[in-house]
């Protein structure tokens, strides 16, 4: 088992925990963690990209000069690939660029980031931040308490509404709730914190 210190918001420790092994004490699986991450990225990619063929370019619909005769090469439409202003060949489509992901694999890529965070120093636990109400001075505050710098994941519980509004609007710093905690956001960043709270419900989830 591996301990961590829990501290507050002002920085201080307040109590230690041991997590769980299972969850942050595993050789980190670099292939699977990148098989998740592609899997995210493409399946937030829009795919609305668009060409036109020669049956959806407006026009055309006369045979530009008669089959024979002329000494030219026999054409059938303006708006075939080889003319200005004709159809795309095998351009772009609008698609789904969003391939499956096992569940089973989904869950060894965030034991990993998790791992590879603690491993590296990067994985912090906050009891709670104690916001009585949306505040992004006492947000920045906290930061700086706890020697945070650089980009910053922070897992939050998923009724804690006062933290989300608190930090939402801070530049290098990305809040989500435990549950939509993802391999990908957990993974970006220089630091990832998480709360006491998001922190028990992401080991009952990944244990």
Known sequence: MTTIEIKDAAGKTVESVELAASVFGIEP???????????????????????RTRGEVRGGGKKPWRQKGTGRARQGSIRSPQWRGGGVVWGPHPRSYAFPVNKKEIKLAMR?????????????????????????????????????????TIVIGNEDVDTFLSFRNLQKVNVIPVAEANTYEMLDNKALIFTSEALKRIEEVLA
Request: with cysteine; charged share 15%.
């Open 29 to 51: 699986n670099v292939p699977v963690m990148h098989q998740v991450v592609r899997a995210q990225r493409a399946s937030w990619r829009q795919g609305t990209h668009n060409t």
């Open 112 to 152: 990993s980031v998790l791992s590879a965070k603690l491993a590296d120093g990067q994985f912090h636990v906050v009891s709670d931040f104690g916001f009585d109400k949306p505040c992004t001075k006492a947000a920045v505050a906290a930061l700086n308490a706890l020697g945070i710098e650089g980009r910053t």
